[in-house]
Nanobody
């Protein structure tokens, strides 16, 4: 089993930056892809970014490309989401997720096997 704990969310103004962290524990070696999803009030959870645990290949949603950067520190079993130039539309609960599947659709939330509790990001205009 894999346990995921997000942290780093908070209240910021438009244009500010935040760095989210996702600490993973348990059978982390079984995870092939780590993803960040976000869910705004009243909306469905959507894909933001993903990274292959081994190799570090990254994927981004068009809505965050160029502003967000996903990275991982294998030694610390931690995945990060650096969020720059934040916009009010980025306001959401951000969730870290882990996929155990070698070949998975990284944008599909149903392809992820473990989820963190989420961390709130609020961007004021």
């Amino acid at each position: 089993q894999v346990q995921l704990v997000e942290s780093g969310g908070g209240l910021v103004q438009a244009g500010d930056s935040l760095r989210l962290s996702c600490a993973a524990s348990g059978r982390t070696f079984s995870s092939y892809t780590m993803g960040w999803f976000r869910q705004a009030p009243g909306k469905e959870r959507e894909f933001a970014a993903a990274i292959r645990w081994i190799g570090g290949i990254t994927y981004y949603a068009d809505s965050v490309k160029g502003r967000f950067t996903i990275s991982r520190d294998n030694a610390k079993n931690t995945v990060y989401l650096q969020m720059n130039s934040l916009k009010p539309e980025d306001t959401a609960v951000y969730y870290c997720a882990a996929s155990l599947r070698r070949f998975s659709d990284y944008v599909g939330l149903n392809e992820y096997d473990y989820w963190g509790q989420g961390t709130q990001v609020t961007v004021s205009s």
